[in-house]
């Protein structure tokens, strides 16, 4: 009986030996693994692995395109509703129901900001509306001087002087002068000419008065008397266009000026009226 209780205790001490008690405990640990799935480790350059890691990226890539297209189409769909917005408030047939730009856009430009986003993004898909015979760029163009609260304020309002008749006729807006004070005509070198004004809101007809200096007409046409038109002419230009902008594209030099008609003379001060051609 002895014998059989002492091999009973060794046979117990044996089970807790250093090679049995930790081996339990690694076994343990990877049937704990096994039982939360993880496994055996897998190698990620097999085939499978590759496999199903391309198959990850396309179905990641086809979410992103449609989150992408998604976006772009709220963005644009956004974009041309505020066009139509502005065509309505600023480009309506209808004069009267032209809005005051000011009161619409406010003092922020965030209207413009927005406005050069769409540009930029969306251009060629953009929705814009035809107005008195402009062009797609042309209106563009415009809103951008209209939505910005620093814009040229003759610039920006230029198109309430569009009439129904001229939307129809296809008349584009063009900035209605109102100033009658003359400009003074003075060149480069401080010589003041004489002055130059527009005549009764023509926009291309203007009154000279010549106070001193030698004739710049002769027989209604410009004269080249001790190249007196070296200093006049660009001092006339640059006078002209300072009453009315638009015009600088169409005046480069003595061509485009149209002698209308002349009196007095150089002594008792010129009166001539001209014409941008």
């Known amino acids: ?14 089970l807790f030996t250093e090679e049995r008690l930790y081996g339990n405990l690694i076994v343990e640990e990877e049937e704990t693994g096994n039982e939360e799935g993880d496994g055996e480790e897998k190698d990620p350059f ?3 692995a590759v496999k199903q890691g391309k198959k990850k990226d396309k179905t990641d890539n086809i979410i992103k395109n449609k989150q992408s297209k998604k976006s772009e189409k709220d963005e644009l769909e956004a974009c041309n509703t505020s066009l139509k917005r502005y065509h309505q408030s600023f480009f309506n047939i209808n004069p009267v129901k032209r809005r005051d730009v000011i009161k619409v856009i406010g003092t922020e430009g965030k209207y413009k900001t927005q406005l050069e986003a769409c540009i930029t993004n969306y251009k060629d898909k953009l929705h814009v509306r035809t107005f008195a015979g402009m062009t797609k760029d042309e209106i563009l163009n415009m809103l951008l001087v209209m939505l910005d609260p620093n814009g040229d304020q003759k610039e920006r309002e230029k198109y309430k002087s569009v009439k129904p008749k001229d939307s129809i ?18 060149d480069g ?11 009764k809101n023509r926009q291309k007809v203007f009154l000279i008065r010549v106070v001193k200096g030698e004739s710049v007409v002769t027989n209604n046409e410009w004269s080249q008397v001790n190249k007196v038109l ?17 015009l600088k594209t169409e005046i480069k030099d003595s061509n485009e000026l149209k002698v209308l008609k002349t009196e007095g003379t150089s002594y008792s001060g010129e009166q001539i009226k001209i014409k941008v051609i």
């Open 1 to 14: 009986m002895k014998k059989n209780i002492n091999e009973e205790i060794e046979r117990i001490k044996s």
């Open 46 to 48: 097999s085939k499978d």
């Open 169 to 186: 006729l296809r008349n584009k807006p063009t900035t209605t002068i109102t100033t009658k004070k003359p400009e003074n005509i003075t």
């Open 189 to 199: 070198d401080g010589n003041t000419w004489g002055t130059v004004e527009i005549v």
């Open 230 to 246: 070296d200093n006049f002419i660009p001092a006339l230009i640059k006078a002209i266009l300072s009453i009315n902008p638009e």
